[in-house]
């Protein structure tokens, strides 16, 4: 074996010096044409030798290793073998580097073998579903199963028993050049003894072994001058062929050659209809790269060959492209390609690992949170704690004995809802309600206050209207989700606008004097307003109904916030140590001290800047609905400007702001979804991607959303822990109600929340509880409890 690859690097060595590439380091690919297991691109382990190598002591060790190891004895020689190329993969990277359809590889030489793209979905020996990898086939060892045993003849019997590999490589013996010349000689030789040919005397050389070899099939069939060839070459064998006995002797040879050429069309055939199906398509066109000294110089195997594969398979328009020189250029080219993915993928890791948050990174924020939590209940620190722990004034959850019809008003991030709400109490306890989602225009969301509330009120006359209730002077709920500093339960004034709002006078202001002054402009109805509600505080109730456990509540939609029941003892802004209140903690803002500056990235930063509330709620802005989308656009536009996405070229639609919405993040990245539908998708924003381009989207929002859920996840592990100490229990168990699209709608999101949650806070075993329509069923909850305490009061 040794003898083997020091010959190899003794001709590589001389190949240096007369080339003047001594001392010069080089990547170096290894075109080696045997059967190879590969783990990695630059390792191989030879599966068997075939055609006519037997080198002792190489089968089932790793080629790579070996040449590499033979190198090493030449200081002089400095070559960094990157890959191990088989020589069906060499041509067909070669031809695809003329023609990108190129996505087969067909060896007709001494040997036979091909290889294709396949689907990584369909390579179950790898990990992995993404794109496509290249197969080689080893298609020359189809048979050794027996599978051709009805097309094999007594004459492929006897050439394979005299084989250095007997019931090996059964198809390579009946296609590959290497074998067609005996395979000639075998069946002249039967022909000569039964009397068939040359008078029935056999000469010496006929009866000897490769004396027939390909070249000669090919001269004797030669078109014109083939007849005189077949006289001369059998001459030479030491016959005395009449003018019969050369038509006939050309006449085997084109069976056994049109043999071989029908039958590697039929192969090839099935890697075409793979292809074609693997691609859902009716109609494919492809181009299939060729090498091979039997298809090159034999004079009408090609065109035999072409023929066929377009009978076999109407439905592909193949084009077959000659491999210019071969799998040594190919090689050169898998190296080259490696080369740069391996270029590419160093650029896009140091561009996505400051996404990558450790296990330790994740409890400093789950500490960091604490902190700003107890500064934000501290009566000294709340005016400047970023995580202002605002409390609600809902001190108590339903206990089933509220009952009525109440009006709920909900707005949330994006749309208003206007709900009724019928509850009813005791044994047929249940909740019916009755909605309708009114849109809020930009230009109301960042016009003037009263515009805003005058488009309240005319949504909700129209709802009145609709249910037919408008003399009726209900108790209403208003869910305003935006942080507010509260008084009592019907006073909220708004600290400051988040998430897309920036209306005009309405910060610092009551949010229900702002409602009530339009119901009066409008004058038309009058509502009797008993709560404003945090969507938080809603989504906590809704859940708190049907499970009293339910003690947190949790927004993971246009934005993002958590509430959660705190002891009186422990909010020192709100007299009174007895009994508990609902904390809207409005931990949106945590970060915006810069104490978690050192996890922000520069796209967050970018992402902060262009928005309407810039330095304020870092937190939300890395972890919410709204903001996921920008994140992820910034980065492509990152990526590709370093030539690493859509060719280097940032289009028009990419430069736009919003296009990239965070529900094309839940989209792309479902597990269902096909990489042919992620093109389709960015096709649709306007972004023409690759293959490739795909598989580097979906990485980025892998990325973007992983990290957002993992935040998130560890902020409520502060807050289930807080509640754990709280009780005093070495074990706490707790229901979190949660709402929001984001938690609903995406892949992964969900899970990544619960598994930090699980790994940051073990001693807690937390519920996660859907909040069907919480935020709405809510506030009129809320203003049941609210209106049967306050009746409690009055008696
Ligand atoms: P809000 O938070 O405004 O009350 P939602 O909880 O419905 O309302 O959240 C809406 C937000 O969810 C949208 O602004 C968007 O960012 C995000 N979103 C919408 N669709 C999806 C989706 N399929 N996957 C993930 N996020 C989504
Ligand atoms: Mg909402």
């Known amino acids: 074996m040794a003898q083997l690859f020091d010959y190899v690097a003794d001709c590589l060595l001389d190949f240096m010096e007369t080339n003047n590439l001594k001392h010069k380091k080089l990547p170096l690919g290894f075109t080696f044409s045997f059967p190879c297991k590969q783990t990695k691109l630059e390792e191989g382990v030879l599966l068997a030798w075939t055609k006519y190598f037997k080198v002792r002591g190489v089968q089932d060790t790793d080629v790579v290793s070996s040449l590499c190891k033979a190198l090493q004895k030449h200081k002089d020689i400095d070559v960094d073998v990157l890959a191990l190329v088989n020589d069906t993969v060499g041509t067909m990277m070669t031809c695809g580097y003329d023609d990108q359809r190129c996505e087969v590889g067909l060896i007709i030489g ?151 050429a029908n039958l590697c069309a039929a192969t090839l055939a099935a890697i075409l209809t793979r292809l074609r199906e ?118 108590g959850t339903p206990d089933g004995t509220e009952k009525g019809k109440f009006l709920a008003l909900d707005l949330g991030g994006t749309n208003f809802r206007v709900l009724l709400v019928k509850i009813r109490s005791g044994r047929r306890r249940s909740v019916q309600m009755y909605n309708k989602i009114f849109a809020i225009p930009l230009e109301i969301m960042q016009g003037t206050g009263e515009e805003l509330f005058d488009h309240i009120v005319q949504c909700i006359a129209d709802f009145l209207e609709y249910m037919g209730i408008k003399g009726a002077r209900l108790p209403l709920g208003f869910t305003f989700s935006f942080p507010c500093r509260q008084a009592s339960i019907d006073k909220g004034t708004l600290v400051g606008w988040t998430k897309g709002f920036k209306a005009t006078d309405c910060e610092g202001e009551d949010v229900v004097d702002m409602l009530r002054e339009a119901i009066r402009r409008r004058n038309e109805f009058d509502l009797d307003i008993v709560a404003v509600v945090n969507d938080t505080v809603g989504t906590m109730m809704t859940c708190g109904y049907e499970d009293p456990n339910c003690e947190i509540g949790l927004i993971a939609g246009t934005g993002s916030n958590v509430c959660y029941m705190e002891d009186m003892k422990n909010i020192e802004i709100v007299e009174g140590n007895e009994g508990r209140m609902c904390i809207n903690t409005e931990w949106g803002g945590f970060g915006d001290n810069g104490c978690i500056d050192s996890i922000r990235t520069k796209y967050d930063q970018e992402v902060d800047e262009s928005s309407l509330n810039p330095g304020k709620q870092r937190y939300e802005k890395m972890t919410s609905g709204m903001y996921l989308g920008e994140i992820v656009r910034q980065i492509l536009i990152d990526l590709t400007k370093q030539g690493l996405l859509f060719r280097g070229q940032i289009s028009e639609s990419l430069r736009r702001r919003g296009i990239f919405e965070t529900k094309f993040l839940s989209q792309i990245e479902s597990d269902r979804l096909a990489l042919l539908q992620v093109r389709r998708i ?59 699209t984001l938690y609903k709608l995406h892949p992964h999101f969900s899970r990544v929340l619960h598994e930090t949650v699980k790994e940051l806070a073990p001693q807690c075993d937390v519920t996660f509880m859907l909040s069907e329509d919480g935020s709405g069923k809510g506030a009129a909850l809320i203003t049941a409890v609210a209106k049967r305490l306050h009746n409690v009061g009055q008696k």
């Open 682 to 740: 960015l096709q649709q924003l306007g972004l023409d991607s690759t293959c490739e381009d795909s598989i580097i989207v979906k990485e980025v929002c892998g990325v973007v959303s992983k990290r957002a859920a993992q935040l998130c996840g560890a902020g409520l592990a502060a807050i289930v822990e807080k509640k754990r100490e709280n009780r005093g229990v070495e074990h706490l168990q707790i229901t979190v109600g949660v709402d929001g």
């Open 110 to 260: 001494s040997g036979t073998n091909a290889c294709y793209m396949e689907e990584m979905r369909h390579i179950d020996l790898l990990e992995g579903d993404e794109g496509r990898m290249c197969i080689n086939t080893e298609w020359g060892a189809f048979g050794d199963d027996g599978a051709l045993d009805d097309l094999r003849t007594e004459f492929d019997r006897e050439l394979d028993l005299g084989s250095l590999n007997p019931g090996k490589q059964l198809f390579e013996k009946m296609i590959s050049s290497l074998y067609l010349g005996e395979l000639v000689r075998l069946i002249l030789l039967k022909m000569t003894k039964e009397g068939l040919l040359f008078n029935g005397k056999v000469s010496t050389a006929l009866l000897t072994k490769g004396k027939i070899e390909m070249k000669h099939v090919s001269a004797m069939e030669k078109y014109k001058e083939g007849l005189g060839n077949t006289k001369e070459i059998l001459t030479e064998l030491n016959l005395f062929p009449s003018e019969e006995d050369c038509i006939a002797v050309q006449h085997v040879c084109t069976i056994v050659s049109f043999r071989s």
């Open 278 to 395: 693997n691609k859902k398509l009716l109609r494919m066109r492809t181009t299939v790269g060729i090498d091979g000294g039997l298809y090159k110089t034999h004079p009408q195997y090609a065109k035999r060959l072409h023929k066929v594969v377009r009978r076999l398979v109407p439905n592909c328009d193949v084009r077959f492209l000659l491999s210019p020189s071969g799998s040594g250029k190919g090689a050169a080219m898998v190296t080259a390609v490696a080369y740069r993915l391996a270029a590419q993928r160093k650029q896009i890791d140091a561009t996505l690992t400051p996404f990558l948050l450790s296990l330790e990174t994740l409890r400093e924020v789950k500490s960091k949170m604490r902190t700003e939590m107890e500064y934000g209940l501290k009566r000294e620190t709340q005016g400047s704690a970023t995580v202002k722990m605002l409390p609600t004034y809902v001190c």
